[in-house]
């Protein structure tokens, strides 16, 4: 009797009813909105919280119709209740953005198909940094997180990443998506966009599916300071790792790990430098020069700064300018730097170099240069060189 007393309030009160349309309602709402946002390249955030905003309007039009459209002190309590919950999720989902996602909750063939779109990619170009900052003094910021997001990217072999060196002459192009893919030859691209660069740099990153149709497949923000710079790019790489479903092996995984602290003013002096050197002008070298010698004076402990002074005056030997004693300042600062840290390539590749050149040892030359292509797959130079040792030998 008790049942049959529920299904007549239910049918009483068109429970039934408000569902049907509700969902209905919902199901094109989000629908749509899913539609701006790829239209307009919103922030993809921001369709959790309208799917949370949906999830928890469904108990409250319920709640509204079955006390007849009547605010009792019974339906005010539970309204409020439910809408603390609704606000609660919310805001634990805007403050941490990968706890919550009820995106996953969409039973709609749209999202199986953007995640099949997803996991199909096995190439990607990561395009140069659009800075929105209004300041032109931190492209030098914006190019160096550029030429690491490739290198750590490029460190997983189940995917092809395509070299900087590709990717630069799309600098403040106005080609498509689908063209720029199509000439790279790449599944997908990773827009990248520097917000700010004050106090902390924050950044938004955006995958985009090229083929068939241009598809916006994850966006995402990063606020860090500088110290926590290598930790942002380990987030990244796992992001995207995940996002078109990587599995990466324990070597690979290890690479991603939390990573230590870098002193802000060293790393940035570091970058500048290699901004400059990368201009291959006398003049930038020499600044750029200037510049990494002043990462050292901040922290001799830092092993970018000596691993930037080692190419630096590599570039000098190998330029028509007068050499003078490059080849043994080079040897000095890449012996320095290879006791601070035994990871990074562009220490090898000034070993390499160096073995190759100076000494003409090709064995450890080309151990050094094997190396550095072992830990950044996309380093240019570690090829050229590598290339070199095998025609010299």
């Given at each position: 009797?008790?049942?049959?007393?529920?299904?007549?309030?239910i049918?009483?009160?068109?429970?039934?009813?408000?569902?049907?349309?509700?969902?209905?309602?919902?199901?094109?709402?989000?629908?749509?909105?899913?539609?701006?946002?790829?239209?307009?390249?919103?922030?993809?955030?921001?369709l959790?919280i309208?799917?949370?905003?949906?999830?928890?309007?469904?108990?409250?039009?319920?709640?509204?119709?079955?006390?007849?459209?009547?605010?009792?002190?019974?339906?005010?309590?539970?309204?409020?209740t439910?809408?603390?919950?609704?606000?609660?999720?919310?805001?634990?989902?805007?403050?941490?953005?990968?706890?919550i996602?009820?995106?996953?909750?969409?039973?709609i063939?749209?999202?199986?198909?953007q995640?099949?779109?997803a996991?199909?990619?096995?190439?990607?170009?990561?395009?140069?940094?659009?800075?929105?900052?209004?300041?032109?003094?931190?492209?030098?910021?914006?190019?160096?997180?550029?030429?690491?997001?490739?290198?750590?990217?490029?460190?997983?072999?189940?995917?092809?990443?395509?070299?900087r060196?590709?990717?630069?002459?799309?600098?403040?192009?106005?080609?498509?998506?689908?063209?720029?893919?199509?000439e790279?030859?790449?599944?997908?691209?990773?827009?990248?966009?520097?917000?700010?660069?004050?106090d902390?740099?924050?950044?938004?990153?955006?995958?985009?599916s090229?083929?068939?149709?241009?598809?916006?497949?994850?966006?995402?923000?990063?606020?860090?300071?500088?110290?926590?710079?290598?930790?942002?790019?380990?987030?990244?790489?796992?992001?995207i790792?995940?996002?078109?479903?990587?599995?990466?092996?324990?070597?690979?995984?290890?690479?991603?790990?939390?990573?230590?602290?870098?002193?802000?003013?060293?790393?940035?002096?570091?970058?500048?430098?290699m901004?400059?050197?990368?201009?291959?002008?006398?003049?930038?070298?020499?600044?750029?020069?200037?510049?990494?010698?002043?990462?050292?004076?901040?922290?001799?402990?830092?092993?970018f700064?000596?691993?930037?002074?080692?190419?630096?005056?590599l570039?000098?030997?190998?330029?028509?300018?007068?050499?003078?004693?490059?080849l043994?300042?080079?040897?000095?600062?890449?012996?320095?730097?290879?006791?601070?840290?035994?990871?990074?390539?562009?220490?090898?590749?000034?070993?390499?170099?160096?073995?190759?050149?100076?000494?003409?040892?090709?064995?450890?030359?080309?151990?050094?240069?094997?190396r550095?292509?072992?830990?950044?797959?996309?380093?240019?130079?570690?090829?050229?060189?590598?290339?070199?040792?095998?025609?010299?030998?």
């Amino acid at each position: 009797m008790g049942n049959q007393s529920w299904i007549d309030k239910i049918k009483e009160r068109n429970v039934g009813g408000t569902l049907a349309v509700y969902l209905g309602s919902a199901w094109v709402f989000i629908e749509a909105f899913n539609f701006l946002i790829d239209k307009f390249n919103w922030n993809a955030e921001i369709l959790n919280i309208i799917i949370l905003l949906v999830i928890f309007g469904l108990p409250a039009s319920v709640i509204y119709v079955w006390f007849k459209q009547v605010f009792t002190k019974t339906a005010i309590i539970l309204q409020t209740t439910n809408l603390l919950v609704a606000l609660t999720i919310i805001i634990i989902t805007l403050a941490k953005p990968d706890s919550i996602n009820p995106t996953n909750l969409r039973l709609i063939k749209f999202q199986d198909n953007q995640k099949k779109l997803a996991e199909s990619i096995r190439s990607i170009a990561i395009l140069p940094f659009s800075n929105f900052t209004g300041n032109k003094d931190v492209e030098f910021l914006a190019s160096g997180m550029h030429d690491a997001l490739i290198s750590d990217l490029g460190t997983i072999g189940a995917i092809r990443v395509v070299p900087r060196t590709s990717t630069l002459k799309y600098v403040n192009s106005q080609k498509s998506i689908k063209e720029i893919a199509a000439e790279l030859n790449v599944d997908a691209v990773v827009e990248a966009s520097m917000l700010d660069a004050s106090d902390n740099v924050l950044v938004q990153l955006k995958l985009v599916s090229a083929f068939p149709d241009e598809q916006q497949l994850w966006s995402k923000k990063y606020d860090t300071d500088i110290s926590n710079i290598l930790n942002l790019y380990s987030t990244v790489i796992k992001n995207i790792a995940n996002e078109i479903n990587l599995t990466l092996s324990p070597e690979e995984a290890n690479l991603f790990q939390t990573q230590r602290k870098v002193n802000p003013e060293a790393y940035k002096a570091y970058l500048r430098g290699m901004y400059n050197l990368n201009m291959l002008t006398p003049e930038s070298i020499d600044k750029g020069l200037e510049f990494l010698n002043e990462a050292v004076r901040i922290d001799p402990g830092e092993p970018f700064g000596y691993a930037g002074l080692a190419l630096g005056y590599l570039e000098i030997a190998h330029s028509p300018l007068d050499p003078g004693d490059a080849l043994e300042k080079a040897e000095a600062a890449a012996l320095q730097a290879v006791q601070l840290d035994t990871t990074m390539a562009e220490i090898y590749i000034a070993l390499g170099e160096l073995y190759l050149y100076k000494t003409w040892k090709f064995d450890l030359a080309e151990q050094c240069l094997l190396r550095a292509i072992e830990l950044k797959p996309n380093a240019d130079l570690a090829h050229y060189h590598y290339s070199w040792a095998l025609y010299l030998w």
